[in-house]
C-alpha cells in the first residue's frame, strides 16, 4: 500500500502534506510528491527515494497554496521513478491525482486516451486515472463530474485525493477497496489512507465506503455516490493520540512496539479478562449470544504474522472450546472452493484490517453464508466493518514494518475468544477462572521478558555473519518458531525456516552444519521430552542451539549453547511470553547488519493490492 494525504486549510499546505507523509512513510517509501494549487495553477514536486528528496525539492523550490495532496510511494505498477511518482497530472495540466490501488483496465483507457491524442508520462496505471478525468474535465469542466465519470470507466481499486488548478478550495476524495479516512479540524479538512497522517490534527473522522466520493470545500464535507446519490456521512472520535505516533524515546516503531508490548496485553484484556472471574467478557460478541454455544467449527485466516496467529488460534479453539479449526492463508482461501456448513464461524486475523486477500476471503466466504468474525486492530478498518461482529486487539497504532505486538495481542484475543466459547461448553468454571488468572499474568510475564534485549543484542551480534538460521518448536510454539522465522528474514534479510521440531528429521537435518543458529523453544510442557531429544540431534550435527526455555530450566542449560529464559505460563500461553526474545533477537540482528528495521526493503505496512 501506498500513503495518501491530502489537505484543505488555511495552514500552508505542501508543510502539512510532508508532516503527514512522514508519518505515512512505513506504508511505501520509494518515491513521494506533492501537489499544491495557487495561483490558478498545480505545482508539483516529486523525488525518488525516502521523504528527505522531497523535502530537499520543497527547500529548493517552495510550491505555495493552502490547499495540497501528497503520496508516498511503493512501486507495483513502473519502477520507482521521478516520472512514477505521484502526483500524476492530467495533458492539460489542469488536474493532479493521488493514487493507492490498481486500475485494472488502465492499458484500455491509455489507448482510447492516446487516440484522442492525449500523451502521457509515465508507465502506471494511475497516470490513465488522472488523464481520463482531465480528459472528461477540459469538454465539461465539472470537477466532480469528470472524476465520477472516470470512476464509473475504471476497473479494480481506488483510494483517491484529487486537486484541480481552477479550484483552490476543492477537494476530491474517493474509494473504491483502498481505504480512506477523512478528518475534520479547526478550519481544515485532511483526507489521508491512514489515521496515522490525522493523529494530533483532527479529532473527528469519518470512513468512506466503496464507491462513495467526497468534495471536500468551503462548505465542508459533501458525499455522494459514483453514480450521484447523496450520502449522509456520521463523524466519529479519532481514537489514536499523538503520542502513540511518535517515537518516545524509542529508536526505532519497531523497538517501540516490542517494549509496548506489556501495556497493549493490558489494554487488549481491558474490561475482557478479571483475575478470579471464571468467565471472559466480550462486549464485540455480545450481538451474537445466541449464536456462540451453536459454533461447531472454525475456519481461521489471515497473511503473514496474522496467519500465525491464526494458527496458534488453532491450538487454543480446538483445546479449550472443542471446536473442529481450519488455518488457510486468505490468499488461498480467496481462490478456493471453501465448504462451510452450518455452524461454521470465519475469522478473519488483521492488523490493519485492510489487506486485500484477506478482505476477499472474508467476501468470498460471506458469499457462501459463513457467520463471521473480526479480529482486528484497525478501528474501523474494511474488515472491522464487514465481519459481523468481532474483537478489537486495541494495540494501538503499529507503525513498524514488522508485525510485534499486533501479534500478542491476537493471541491474547484468541485465548479470550477460546476461554468465552469453551465456558459455554464443557469448559469449568474451574479451569477457566485458572487461563484466566493466567492470562492476567502475562503482561507481568512479558515485561520481564523484554529483560532479555540486552542477551538478544550480545548474541545478534555473534551471529551477525550466519546466513541460515532454523527455527524449532512442538505444538502451539510451532507457529512461535514461525513467526520468530518470519521476523529474522523481514528486518535482517537472513534466511530463516520455522519447522516443527519433529520435521526436522525427514529432511531439514541435512541442512544443519558447523555452527548453524537453530532457535528452540523448548518450555516444559508435554512435548519438552521430545524436544530435547530433537537439540541433541541438532549438536550431533554441530548446529549452534539457542533455547528459550522456562525459567529454572537446568536440564536444557547443560544442553544448549545458550539459553534465553522466559517466565513460566501454562503452556497453551506459552507464545506470548516465547515470542518476546525472538522479536528482540531479530530486532537487533537488523541492526548489526546495519539495515533500517521500520522500513525493511521491498515491504510496505500493509498489502493492500
Ligand atoms: C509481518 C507482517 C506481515 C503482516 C501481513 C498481514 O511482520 O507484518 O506479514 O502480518 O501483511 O497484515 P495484516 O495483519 O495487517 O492483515
Known amino acids: 500500500m501506498c500513503g495518501i494525504i491530502g489537505y484543505l486549510g488555511t ?28 495561483d490558478g495553477q498545480l505545482h508539483v514536486r516529486r523525488a525518488v527515494g525516502r521523504l528527505d ?42 488536474i493532479a491525482l493521488v493514487h493507492n490501488g490498481v486500475i485494472e483496465n488502465h492499458a484500455a483507457i491509455r489507448s482510447f486516451l492516446e487516440g484522442q491524442g492525449v500523451r502521457f508520462r509515465s508507465e502506471t496505471d494511475t497516470e490513465s486515472l488522472a488523464q481520463l478525468i482531465g480528459f472528461f474535465y477540459s469538454q465539461t469542466g465539472d470537477l466532480l463530474g469528470s472524476v465520477r465519470g472516470a470512476l464509473r470507466e475504471a476497473r479494480g481499486t481506488f483510494g483517491i485525493a484529487v486537486a484541480c ?90 523497538q517501540k512496539e516490542i517494549f509496548e508490548q506489556p501495556d497493549a496485553l493490558r489494554n487488549a484484556m481491558r474490561g475482557r479478562v478479571r483475575p478470579g472471574a471464571d468467565r471472559v467478557t466480550l462486549g464485540g460478541l455480545k450481538s451474537f449470544e445466541r449464536e456462540l454455544p451453536r459454533f461447531r467449527r ?12 491464526a494458527l496458534i488460534g488453532e491450538y487454543l479453539l480446538e483445546e479449550l472450546a472443542g471446536i473442529s479449526t481450519e488455518v488457510e492463508y486468505a490468499s488461498e482461501l480467496r481462490y478456493r472452493n471453501p465448504l462451510i456448513q452450518e455452524g461454521t464461524v470465519a475469522i478473519a486475523l488483521s ?75 464443557h469448559l469449568s468454571p474451574e479451569r477457566t477462572a ?19 534485549d540486552g542477551q538478544a543484542k550480545r548474541l545478534a551480534q555473534r551471529l551477525v555473519d550466519r546466513q541460515n538460521w532454523l527455527y524449532l518448536g512442538r505444538g502451539v510454539n510451532f507457529p512461535t518458531a514461525l513467526e520468530g522465522a518470519l521476523k529474522l528474514k523481514e528486518v535482517s534479510y537472513v534466511h530463516a525456516e520455522g519447522l516443527p521440531a519433529a520435521e526436522m528429521k525427514h529432511g531439514p537435518l541435512a541442512m544443519i552444519d558447523a555452527g548453524m543458529p537453530v532457535i528452540v523453544i523448548a518450555p516444559q510442557d508435554r512435548t519438552y521430552e521430545k524436544v530435547l531429544a530433537n537439540i541433541r540431534e541438532v549438536k550431533s550435527r554441530e548446529g549452534r542451539v539457542i533455547a528459550v526455555a522456562s525459567e529454572g530450566d537446568e536440564r536444557i542449560a547443560e544442553l544448549a549453547d545458550e539459553v534465553l529464559f522466559v517466565p513460566r505460563t501454562s503452556p497453551l500461553l506459552a507464545p506470548l511470553v516465547a515470542t518476546i526474545p525472538l522479536q528482540l533477537l531479530s530486532y537487533h540482528a537488523a541492526l548489526a547488519r546495519g539495515h533500517d528495521v521500520d522500513k525493511p526493503r521491498n515491504l510496505a505496512k500493509s498489502v493492500t493490492e
Not at 502534506?17 to 506533492?34: C, N, P, Q, W
Not at 522531497?54 to 495540497?68: D, F, N, Q, R, S
Not at 481505504?179 to 475534520?184: D, Q, R, Y
Not at 489521508?192 to 483532527?202: M, T
Open 165 to 254: 488548478a481552477d479550484a483552490a478550495d476543492t477537494l476530491i476524495a474517493a474509494r473504491r477497496g483502498s481505504p480512506l479516512i477523512i478528518g475534520t479540524g479547526r478550519d481544515e479538512l485532511i483526507v489521508a489512507s491512514d489515521a496515522a497522517a490525522l493523529v494530533g490534527r483532527v479529532s473527528q473522522v469519518t470512513h468512506l465506503e466503496d464507491n462513495e466520493v467526497v468534495l471536500l470545500g468551503p462548505g465542508g464535507l459533501r458525499a455522494v455516490t459514483v453514480d450521484a446519490k447523496p450520502i449522509e456521512k456520521q463523524l466519529e472520535p479519532l481514537e489514536a493520540s499523538l503520542e502513540e505516533a511518535s517515537l518516545g524515546g524509542y529508536a526505532h516503531h519497531m
Open 434 to 452: 485458572e487461563l484466566i488468572d493466567e492470562l492476567a499474568a502475562i503482561p507481568e510475564k512479558v515485561t520481564k521478558a523484554l529483560e532479555l
Open 53 to 94: 528528496g522531497l523535502a530537499e525539492a520543497l527547500a529548493a523550490e517552495p510550491a505555495p497554496g493552502t490547499l495540497g495532496i501528497g503520496h508516498t510511494r511503493w512501486a507495483t505498477h513502473g519502477r520507482p521513478s521521478q516520472e512514477n511518482a505521484h502526483p500524476h497530472v492530467d495533458a492539460a495540466g489542469r
Open 298 to 309: 472454525a475456519l481461521l485466516f489471515g497473511c503473514g504474522t496474522s496467519w500465525h496467529a
Open 11 to 38: 495552514q500552508p499546505a505542501a508543510e502539512i502534506v510532508l508532516g503527514g507523509l512522514k508519518r505515512l512513510e512505513h506504508l511505501g517509501y520509494d518515491s513521494a510528491g506533492l501537489a499544491t494549487v495557487a
Open 351 to 425: 492488523q490493519s484490517g485492510e489487506t486485500a486477500d484477506t478482505i476477499a476471503a472474508l467476501r468470498e466466504v460471506q458469499s457462501r453464508g459463513a457467520v463471521t468474525l473480526g479480529i482486528v486492530n484497525g478501528v474501523g478498518s474494511t474488515i472491522a466493518r464487514e465481519t459481523d461482529a468481532g474483537v478489537y486487539l486495541h494495540a494501538g497504532p503499529e507503525i513498524g514494518v514488522a508485525s510485534t505486538k499486533a501479534f500478542t495481542a491476537q493471541i491474547a484475543v484468541l485465548a479470550m475468544i477460546a476461554l468465552d466459547l469453551g465456558r459455554r461448553r
